[in-house]
């Protein structure tokens, strides 16, 4: 649960932990200890009534008329005064406690936190060696008690711009170390996806400033990296292909005059020979071999090098595409959108939007178990798209390419594209796009 939270929040919930631990701090304290500070504050005014007794029980002694002086001694005292008489007749006297009066302003809980002690003093008043009442010290501890709350107040008011001034630097500080980070982590999840270019702004405390500016140098290396790997990978393309035309070029320059010339004398044999005899029997199924050999040798220079999108290009070769396809798999049923301004590309580009449909028309048929297939193919701005789908099975667990589709994918990589396998709707998707623009020719 903790660590689900934010850095801002799990640095704001110990400092308001800490603060409002030091506020009940303070009220534990005032708890503990005001009982102490009244009864010290008020200690003086027990004396004061005890010595006032004493004196007033030796003035009675010597009093020729004690019980006029004493009535004298008690028109005397002030009624708001801390120090009173009471008479024997007046009952016991009330306690400190009994008879506080509440400030005004002060709420009750906060009287209850404090621990009043009994601060009343009794001095018994004697006249002729009989007790006639006493001099009772009754402080009033309204003062003492708004004193108390003014400054639990001032305590409470301190926590509180201590809390919001420590809160806002925290804050402050926080904002400062974590937009660097968020700008860290956006860079670096720019970097997991593949874009080197962007910088990461460098900012914050050394220690982010220094992995930022770490970060921008692995960046740079990596986009180095890339540019080496799609060179490698375009120089290995370029190779494949001169592999392919030399292979091609091998297979057409020497099989098929070999297998042209297997034919026409496979012919003349037939010619030669009598109809009904086993020799011509034989012939003619060399002679059908020989055709279905001269088949495939064109279908074999077909799939290693299409000489006719140099000469026809891009659009129409994918047409003639389509139509073979159809020849082929005649139950699969084939559209198609291609744009007629993919004659406008050539070169390896062309040669790769060519290699990309074939390969994928050939999972459709070979793998797919598909009823129906779509292909499409078109130059929007900058990007050239193409997108072959079908209704079959899919493809296997994990997405991963098949041999054919991880060549196309290098081919792809080589000129700064990107080929992606989907499932959507129940439909297989082959996305490539590529960068266009630096391969258009002009029209």
């Not at 008479?87 to 009750?108: C, I, M, Y």
């Not at 937009?179 to 460098?202: A, F, K, N, S």
């Amino acid at each position: 649960m903790w660590q689900r939270l934010s850095f801002t929040t799990q640095l704001f919930i110990p400092l308001g932990a800490s603060l409002l631990a030091a506020l009940v701090m303070g009220g534990v304290l005032l708890h503990t200890f005001s009982g102490g500070q009244l009864a010290e504050e008020n200690e003086p005014g027990r004396r004061s009534t005890r010595v006032i007794a004493a004196a007033l029980n030796n003035t009675l002694r010597t009093s020729d008329n004690p019980r006029q002086t004493l009535d004298a001694f008690v028109q005397s005292l002030d009624t708001s005064s801390d120090i009173q008489f009471r008479s024997v007749e007046a009952g016991p006297a009330p306690s400190a406690k009994d008879d506080l009066r509440k400030p005004h302003g002060v709420p009750q809980w906060f009287i209850d936190l404090l621990t009043i002690p009994d601060l009343e003093s009794t001095s018994p008043v004697m006249i002729d060696g009989k007790r006639v009442g006493d001099l009772i010290f009754l402080p009033d501890l309204s003062a003492d008690l708004f004193e108390k709350w003014i400054g639990f107040l001032a305590l409470a008011s301190l926590i509180a711009v201590l809390m919001v001034l420590t809160g806002t630097i925290a804050f402050v500080l926080a904002r400062s170390a974590l937009r660097p980070l968020q700008h860290l982590g956006e860079g670096l999840t720019r970097i997991r996806r593949g874009d080197y270019i962007t910088p990461i702004p460098v900012g914050g405390p050394p220690e982010i400033r220094q992995s930022c500016e770490e970060a921008n140098a692995l960046a740079a290396t990596l986009a180095q990296l890339s540019e080496d790997n799609r060179d490698l990978l375009h120089r290995l393309v370029s190779l494949q292909d001169d592999e392919r035309r030399d292979l091609a070029r091998e297979l057409h320059d020497e099989l098929g005059p070999l297998l042209f010339s297997i034919r026409a004398g496979t012919i003349a044999l037939i010619e030669a020979s009598p109809p009904a005899g086993n020799l011509g029997n034989s012939a003619q199924q060399v002679l059908q071999s020989v055709e279905a050999l001269q088949q495939t040798n064109r279908r074999i220079l077909d799939r290693l090098r299409p000489l006719y999108i140099e000469d026809l290009g891009l659009e129409t070769s994918v047409q003639t595409l389509l139509v073979n396809f159809r020849k082929q798999a005649p139950h699969i049923g084939l559209t198609a959108t291609i744009d007629p301004g993919l004659n406008a590309i050539d070169g390896p580009l062309a040669r790769t939007v060519y290699r990309v449909i074939q390969e994928a028309l050939t999972n459709v048929l070979r793998h797919a178990r598909a009823s129906n297939a779509h292909v499409q193919a078109a130059v929007t701005g900058e990007t050239l798209v193409v997108e072959i789908s079908d209704d079959g099975g899919g493809f296997p667990a994990g997405n991963v390419f098949g041999r054919g589709l991880t060549g196309m994918h290098e081919r792809v990589r080589a000129l700064s594209g990107s080929l992606s396998l989907l499932r959507a709707d129940e439909r297989t998707y082959v996305r490539c796009r590529l960068p266009a623009g630096a391969s258009m020719s002009p029209t």
